[in-house]
């Protein structure tokens, strides 16, 4: 089975901290991306990364960078945390499979508190 | 782009009726379908997806239907059991490469013993 595993189920951060959140899969699958989810908004992709080093900007990426220097880890990273970045937040991966859609396999979540 | 509505964001049934769950997209081109179960404390788990070359689909208790024409898609679960209380996605494919999706806000499921 695909794993998807996330640094931290919780975590609470200070106004202006540096945060990184982690997650890595165990699949070799070339697409990571990183979400965030808030209620009745849904999934809303910040970044995704097609193979290593490379990142791509998604629909919410203000405030958000994202690091990819080996294959399996794709790291998150709030420069300076704020208030409205308090959210849940969802790593997925998914095969690169020549044009064919596939489904993305998720990690269990960080639930991210700043205070 | 494409734009994902999900309708209803809740909805109670009891124990053994069935729930229905709708999608609407507006991106013709799109062919893949996924839906999504997320349990409390989970991450999305994919249940059941459907492409655009059929126009249903089933795995035991759940099914899934699409209509390209009116650019719809619909999850039903039938003999609803407690532990389908979850919230649910659909999901359809952006027009970029590289397996992304635009997500619906998601419908939180209550099934009533």
């Known amino acids: 089975d695909v794993k998807v595993t996330q640094s931290s189920r919780y975590l609470v951060k200070r106004t202006g901290e540096k945060v990184f959140l982690e997650c890595v899969q165990d699949?070799?699958?070339?697409?990571m991306f990183w979400y965030r989810q808030d209620p009745g908004l849904g999934l809303r992709l910040i970044y995704f990364s097609y193979d290593v080093k490379m990142k791509e900007k998604g629909d919410i990426p203000e405030g958000y960078s994202v690091s990819r220097e080996k294959k399996e880890r794709f790291s998150l990273i709030l420069e300076s945390a704020s208030t409205n970045q308090t959210s849940m937040y969802l790593c997925?991966?998914?095969?690169?499979?020549?044009?064919?859609?596939?489904?993305?396999?998720f990690g269990p979540g960080t639930r991210l508190t700043v205070t | 782009g494409e734009n994902v509505e999900q309708h209803p964001s809740t909805l109670s049934v009891q124990e053994g009726d069935s729930a229905v769950i709708k999608c609407t997209y507006s991106?013709?081109?799109?062919?893949?379908f996924p839906w999504y179960k997320q349990e409390l404390g989970k991450g999305p788990q994919l249940i059941i997806d459907i492409r655009s070359n059929v126009g249903e689909k089933k795995d035991q208790r759940i099914a899934v239907t699409l209509n390209k024409t009116a650019k719809h898609f619909s999850l039903h679960i039938t003999e609803t059991q407690p532990e389908d209380s979850a919230v649910y996605f659909c999901?359809?494919?952006?027009?970029?490469?590289?397996?992304?999706?635009?997500f619906g806000t998601g419908t939180s499921l209550t099934v009533i013993p």
């Open positions: 997925a991966s998914s095969p690169r499979t020549g044009g064919i859609l596939y489904e993305q396999y």
């Open positions: 991106d013709s081109a799109s062919n893949y």
């Open positions: 699949m070799d699958h070339e697409n």
């Open positions: 999901a359809a494919p952006t027009s970029n490469t590289g397996n992304q999706f635009y």
